[in-house]
């Protein structure tokens, strides 16, 4: 059975910390893996992997697919409160557009 | 402004009801799915449509139905079949040309009195 796993599941850190976010699947076929932020309703897009794009970076954010291991870490360096959220990894594990979701990390930023 | 949009914001239900959830996109995308929130879980997917008039099954669609009979339309009907509808519903759309990513409607949260 596909499945996606996100670890950990909850993170509570102060301003200024690095943290990373764990996304490991099991999949067959695996087309690409995404993340997304999901503050109060709607998840937002953050960064797509695929076999031809294994790492993507954008201002502190940045993430890395590691397809020997079947995984992806986010990072987040220097956190600032307005990074708590859920973030959200899912995978395409065919080229069906089913989507299989893990259950997110609830990230949590103290001033 | 281009964008996904739901409707309502909030719902309730008494059981044995049937509701329908509205999704419309105007980023002209072939692909519309829905997926269901529970707390402490991830999303699931109940419905998604490549292309008008044509949609597959999620892994959660017992108890919901759906049509595409516009592209920029994707109405979810939560029946009352459904035994535990109280969830938060999310929409989302994608270009049918993969890789891609998926773009979500802010949600619709459900709840059954």
């Known amino acids: 059975e596909d499945k996606v796993v996100q670890s950990p599941l909850s993170l509570v850190v102060h301003e200024g910390d690095t943290v990373t976010l764990n996304c490991s699947y099991e999949?067959?076929?695996?087309?690409?893996l995404l993340w997304y932020k999901q503050e109060k309703k709607a998840p937002t897009f953050l960064f797509m992997l695929t076999s031809s794009g294994i790492e993507k970076k954008s201002g502190r954010l940045s993430s890395i697919l590691d397809k020997k291991e079947l995984s992806s870490i986010l990072n987040i360096t220097a956190t600032q409160t307005g990074d708590s959220a859920i973030y959200l990894c899912?995978?395409?594990?065919?080229?069906?557009?089913?989507?299989?979701f893990g259950t997110g990390t609830r990230l949590k930023v103290l001033a | 402004d281009g964008g996904i949009t739901q409707s309502p914001k909030y719902l309730f239900r008494k059981e044995g009801q049937n509701v329908t959830l509205s999704c419309e996109q105007n980023?002209?995308?072939?692909?519309m799915y829905w997926y269901r929130q529970d707390p402490g879980q991830g999303l699931r997917l109940i419905y998604y449509s490549q292309i008008v008039n044509d949609f597959q099954k999620g892994d959660i669609a017992e108890g919901y139905s759906v049509s595409r009979e516009k592209k920029e339309s994707f109405p979810l009907t939560v029946t009352s079949a459904q035994k535990n509808p109280t969830a938060f519903y999310l929409c989302a759309s994608s270009r049918d040309r993969p890789p891609d990513t998926q773009y979500f409607g802010p949600g619709t949260r459900l709840t059954v009195l």
């Open positions: 899912a995978v395409d594990p065919s080229g069906t557009y089913k989507y299989i």
């Open positions: 980023l002209n995308h072939d692909a």
């Open positions: 999949v067959t076929n695996f087309r690409s």
